[in-house]
């Protein structure tokens, strides 16, 4: 694969009969156990985004995604909202050995669930869709409308759990993640008023036919995370990304690794299952150049460490030091799922998506880690 990509035209026509019949023969090694893994979408790839105008310094242009277009020595444009793009990603993660996407997912209008989710609507439509599983993140900052719409909500995500290529665990339970749970209390009145929402949501799912979710309360923290199992009733503690350090300055990947790997023994001292997060890296400075509109955006200055970016083996071995460990601890990984940050959170710093700069080098060596895994007998 070329390490720059010209056109995404261009791509279509010649990788993806490559990238299909690469993973023909990795899937039929799988064993009867094969570990689920997954990648946080985070889709605000639009014509004009300040995301996209986020990469366009020099300096950060080596992460601009394959379907970038560089317009001049200012300017960039960056956009994923079309379904040529959307195709070509499932091709890729696909070929890469992951299972589902994560999407970020905000329902501020029960009425018009694919309103600001263009990435599950494209999902849904693509000749593809069944190469890739997907999931939902819930974004609980009051993104499901007037309180009283609640259940018009529970309504749309469990058409969406119906769907065939809803990724499920543990025997058919579909995946669930929730994000600034933190906020949820606020939003429905109480914690007790949150565990009764989940409970009509799994209560949904059973009447239309399913089982009942597997939620995965997102933290920071472990023991808020169990808090919020106990008090709310998630099932499980798992994360959104990852910053194990403190000042602001730069770290090796290697300590945001180990913060990593730290956070799954911590959750799993409290008792509480585990769905583990893997890192791609973490490094907002892109988003911190207009430091007014980030402290509008998160509440406060720009401020913080960021990591060194991984090598491609490096964030291999992150994954395969996530699938040893929920080898090692069955019971308190019992979903078999791991969850990659991320999939496009490019000026955010973690980034699995073909770069213009990189390639393929990220998927093509997480595809050799999980082809060796899987391959075992």
């Known amino acids: 694969m070329e390490s720059v990509i010209n056109s995404v035209s261009c791509l279509i026509l010649t990788a993806l009969p490559i990238l299909a019949s690469a993973t023909l023969a990795d899937a039929e090694q799988s064993p009867t156990r094969k570990v689920i893994v997954g990648g946080i979408r985070w889709d605000a790839w639009t014509e004009g985004s300040e995301w996209g105008r986020n990469l366009a310094p020099k300096q950060w242009r080596h992460r601009l995604p394959f379907y970038s277009r560089i317009v001049s020595d200012d300017e960039v444009d960056v956009r994923g909202d079309t379904q040529e793009v959307m195709d070509l990603e499932i091709a890729y993660a696909h070929a890469a050995g992951l299972d589902y996407w994560a999407y970020c997912y ?5 009425s018009d669930p694919a309103k600001g989710n263009y990435g599950v609507r494209l999902h849904l439509a693509s000749k593809r869709r069944n190469d890739m599983n997907f999931a939902l993140i819930l974004m609980a900052q009051g993104y499901w409308g007037p ?13 969406l759990f119906r769907e065939p290529n809803y990724q499920k665990v543990l025997d058919g339970r579909p995946l669930l993640y929730v994000f600034y749970v933190e906020k949820m209390p606020g939003y429905f009145g109480s914690e007790a008023a949150v565990k009764q929402a989940l409970d009509l949501l799994r209560s949904k799912s059973v009447e239309a036919g399913l089982r009942p979710p597997y939620i995965a309360a997102q933290v920071f923290h472990a023991p808020l995370g169990a808090r919020y199992v106990d008090s709310m009733g998630f099932d499980a503690i798992s994360a959104y990304a990852s910053a194990p350090a403190q000042g602001t300055q730069e770290y090796p990947y290697q300590v945001l690794a180990k913060g990593t790997r730290d956070f799954w023994e911590s959750c799993k001292a409290t008792g509480k299952k585990v769905i583990p997060i893997v890192s791609a890296g973490w490094d907002n400075r892109p988003r911190r150049a207009d ?18 970016e991984p090598t ?17 601890n069955p019971t308190t990984a019992e979903a078999n799922a791991v969850i990659i940050y991320a999939w496009n959170e490019s000026d955010e710093g973690g980034w699995l998506v ?4 990189e390639g393929t080098a990220r998927l093509d060596a997480i595809r050799e880690a999980l082809k060796g895994w899987r391959s075992r007998p």
Request: net charge negative.
């Open 106 to 110: 905000s329902l501020s209008d029960p």
């Open 291 to 308: 430091a007014k509109r980030f402290e509008k955006v998160y509440g406060s200055p720009p401020s913080g460490p960021w990591f060194a």
């Open 312 to 328: 491609p083996q490096e964030l291999a071995d992150s994954l395969r030091s996530a699938i040893q460990w929920m080898e090692e």
């Open 354 to 357: 073909p770069t213009l700069h």
């Open 147 to 159: 309180k009283d719409g609640f259940p018009r909500a529970v309504d749309a995500y469990v058409r």
